[in-house]
């Protein structure tokens, strides 16, 4: 390969680089947050009480939520299974953002943190997976 065709991809390559380390950021704090709130529903439940009870949620429930919560975000961190735990985890954030447009809360923080780690979620997903690029071509 000329010197020149090697210089001529290396931005390219840095741009591939840099998009890769942002996705994997993107994916880490959505996957922290999703182990962070199924830990605090499994061991904590008592912090998130209140919380529970205005969106209509018994807290006997949290024994069932916070594991689905950690299987959906290991699914997610899992590069093989990473496209399945993103449908499982939006899934999971819309019906958190479905709980809180029934209740009227339309805008509320916890709805506003569901919506950016579903756009952080598929956005991470976007830009360190090229077969997710391929399908979505946002960019030409």
């Given at each position: ?94 019906g958190a953002i479905c709980a809180h447009v029934r209740i009227g809360e339309l805008g509320s923080p916890p709805e506003l943190i569901s919506l950016l780690l579903g756009a952080m979620t598929w956005g991470g ?16």
């Open positions: 390969m000329s010197k020149t065709m090697i210089l001529h991809q290396l931005p390219e390559t840095k741009a591939l680089h840099r998009a890769l380390w942002a996705g994997r950021i993107m994916s880490a704090i959505v996957v922290i947050a999703l182990v962070a709130d199924g830990f605090i529903q499994l061991f904590a439940p008592a912090q998130i009480a209140s919380m529970l009870q205005e969106t209509g949620f018994a807290m006997g429930l949290t024994h069932v939520v916070g594991p689905i919560i950690l299987a959906c975000a290991i699914l997610y961190a899992i590069p093989a299974t990473t496209v399945l735990g993103a449908i499982l985890v939006t899934g999971f954030l819309g997903l976007y830009l360190r997976d090229p077969r997710i690029r391929a399908i979505l071509p946002l960019i030409q």
